[in-house]
């Protein structure tokens, strides 16, 4: 175990339901990440909190809200989905001054 | 922004050769340089990483090598054995009190026993 944990392993929703990817870290880092993972792709950064606040939004569509509450979660919030934003989504965090990241287990999310 | 570029996309070595990726990358002002195995079904897990202040760094049976000049890192996994199949991904990220870090479109290393 890395001590980030994702909730639920695996999702399947259609495009006009709303659902909410959870990440909870239990290493008292101090920035959290989503990533999407998809065939073929890079690992594309979506989101980045730092001391809870948001500092990257790399242009992903406002279908995809994220939400940290505190340092210890975080949240993907998802709404009117496409099936193109079937993917892999993981969770990292890291301690602000050192760079390795640590990584969940991931939400396989399939929209139909 | 950053740009990582990643070869060969898949790789296939017998057991016991070496194994090596390269990866370059565009912006000057990164300076941390980490690799990523990810094993079927499972998560990226770090398997090394350099920093920008250091040329080649050795772990074991895994080595990475960094030339700032030309922007382009390589990780070499000597004596490969079957468990190291897994795609391998290089990333670069740059300073700053959290990390963006862009990652690489992976490798599919396939060592055959």
């Known amino acids: 175990e890395t001590g980030v944990t994702q909730t639920p392993r695996h999702l399947v929703m259609g495009m006009t339901n709303k659902k909410s990817l959870k990440c909870e870290q239990h290493?008292?880092?101090?920035?959290m990440y989503w990533y999407k993972q998809s065939a073929k792709k890079p690992l594309e950064l979506m989101f980045v909190?730092?001391?809870?606040?948001?500092?990257e939004n790399n242009s992903v569509p406002s279908r995809f809200s994220p939400e940290c509450p505190n340092s210890s979660h975080l949240f993907l919030h998802l709404h009117t989905l496409q099936p193109e934003d079937s993917a892999l989504y993981l969770c990292?965090?890291?301690?602000?001054?050192?760079?390795?990241?640590?990584f969940g287990p991931g939400t396989r999310l399939t929209v139909l | 922004g950053e740009n990582v570029e990643q070869h060969p996309s898949t790789l296939s070595v017998q057991e016991g050769d070496s194994a090596v990726i390269k990866c370059t990358y565009s912006?000057?002002?990164?300076?941390?340089f980490p690799w990523y195995k990810q094993e079927l079904g499972k998560r990226p897990q770090l398997i090394i990483d350099?920093?920008?202040?250091?040329g080649e760094k050795k772990d074991q049976r895994i080595a990475v090598t960094l030339n700032k000049t030309a922007k382009h890192f390589s990780l070499h996994i000597t004596e490969t054995q079957p468990e190291d199949s897994a795609v391998y991904f290089c990333?670069?990220?740059?300073?700053?009190?959290?990390?963006?870090?862009?990652f690489g479109t992976g490798t599919k290393l396939q060592v055959i026993p």
């Open positions: 990292a965090s890291s301690q602000g001054n050192s760079n390795e990241q640590f």
């Open positions: 350099i920093r920008s202040n250091v």
């Open positions: 912006d000057s002002a990164s300076n941390y």
């Open positions: 990333a670069a990220s740059g300073p700053g009190g959290y990390q963006k870090v862009t």
């Open positions: 290493l008292g880092h101090n920035a």
């Open positions: 909190y730092s001391l809870e606040e948001r500092v």
